[in-house]
């Protein structure tokens, strides 16, 4: 049984937006920190957007500062990834995740003309 479930992937051209869901129905989110990760093809996993769980305060990876934004909605229990301004080196697998705890399946993200 997933623990977190990742939606909102797909293709899109260069310089659109994509928001992904991060939804689970056995961790209350805001009781925890969460991560999103992504994952290309013979590279590492690499984390991009972080929040906090005591003030949700939130840290970006230098290739996304600016551009993606993490975010969670307590009375849905969902975390957010908003991606704008989207590039073709954005294309991967990508993951949300408790740290320590547990990871989702992933979400593939296209950004292709």
């Known amino acids: 049984q997933l623990q977190l479930v990742e939606s909102g992937g797909g293709l899109v051209q260069p310089g659109g937006s994509l928001r992904l869901s991060c939804t689970t129905s056995r961790f209350t989110l805001d009781q925890y920190a969460v991560g999103w990760f992504r994952q290309v093809p013979d590279k590492e996993r690499e984390g991009v957007a972080c929040i906090s769980t005591n003030d949700d305060s939130t840290y970006y990876s230098d290739s996304v500062k600016g551009r993606f934004t993490i975010s969670r909605d307590k009375t849905n229990n969902t975390a957010y990834l908003q991606m704008d301004s989207l590039n073709t080196e954005d294309t991967g697998v990508y993951y949300c995740?408790?740290?320590?705890?547990?990871w989702g399946q992933g979400t593939q993200v296209t950004v292709s003309s």
């Open positions: 995740m408790i740290p320590g705890i547990t």
